[in-house]
């Protein structure tokens, strides 16, 4: 258990739809990571949020938003959403002073039907 | 981030010395070697990383070559939970800073 809770597990909805999510850090990790994996693709950086605020972008869709809360937790928007939308989200975080140690969390797996 | 090549699959039998390489000849001064693992479907997990020096903690040891062109991590005593995917990532020290994993190499440990 790497401390970091992503919910939903699952999620199955259709095309065209929005869905949020869920991301809680490690206690006292300031930065939030998202990241992708779908089969063709591998694992992609999305986005990352330090104490709030927007510190990196990656391969993220204008279409996917992302905030940080005052909590610290974190939520991924996807809306309009395509089939190959569907993919394993995860969620990580890291210490301040260790940003490459980044603790992964059991990610929510996306399905676009 | 500089390139990495990894094999894209190896197997280890249980108890013995895992050793799995990476190569990453364009490597620049101030890149630091990163291993993390992906148990199938679960989050990454961190390992372990280094500069120049060896390295050794209670996961794993890496190795780096004194040009720094390639690396090779060790697990010492090979067990069937190791099974995973090892990405081997370079790129700048310092914190707060996305991954770029590659496709890695699948370690399967045999019994």
């Known amino acids: 258990d790497s401390g970091v809770t992503q919910t939903p597990k699952h999620l199955i909805t259709a095309t065209g739809q929005r869905v949020t999510l869920r991301c809680s850090p490690r206690?006292?990790?300031?930065?939030v990571y998202w990241y992708q994996q779908s089969l063709d693709q591998g694992l992609q950086f999305l986005i990352q949020?330090?104490?709030?605020?927007?510190?990196a972008k990656g391969n993220i869709l204008e279409r996917f938003s992302a905030q940080q809360f005052p909590d610290l937790h974190s939520e991924l928007n996807l809306s309009s959403l395509e089939l190959g939308d569907s993919a394993l989200y995860f969620c990580?975080?890291?210490?301040?002073?260790?940003?490459?140690?980044?603790?992964f969390g059991p990610g929510t797996r996306l399905t676009v039907t | 981030d500089a390139k990495t090549t990894q094999p894209p699959s190896m197997d280890c039998a249980e108890g013995r010395a895992a050793n799995l390489p990476c190569n990453h000849s364009?490597?620049?001064?101030?890149?630091?070697v990163y291993w993390y693992r992906q148990i199938h479907s679960q989050g990454p997990q961190y390992i372990i990383h280094?500069?120049?020096n060896n390295e050794t903690n209670e996961m794993a040891s890496l190795i780096i070559t004194e040009d720094r062109k390639s690396s090779t991590l060790i697990l010492p005593h090979a067990t069937l939970r190791d099974t995973a995917v090892y990405y081997c990532?370079?790129?700048?020290?310092?914190?707060?800073?996305?991954?770029?994993f590659g496709k890695g190499t699948l370690l399967t440990v045999n019994p």
């Open positions: 206690s006292g990790d300031l930065s």
């Open positions: 949020y330090y104490n709030g605020e927007e510190r």
């Open positions: 990580a975080s890291s210490p301040r002073d260790r940003g490459y140690e980044q603790y």
């Open positions: 364009t490597i620049s001064g101030n890149e630091y």
């Open positions: 280094g500069l120049k």
């Open positions: 990532i370079v790129r700048v020290g310092g914190s707060n800073y996305k991954l770029t």
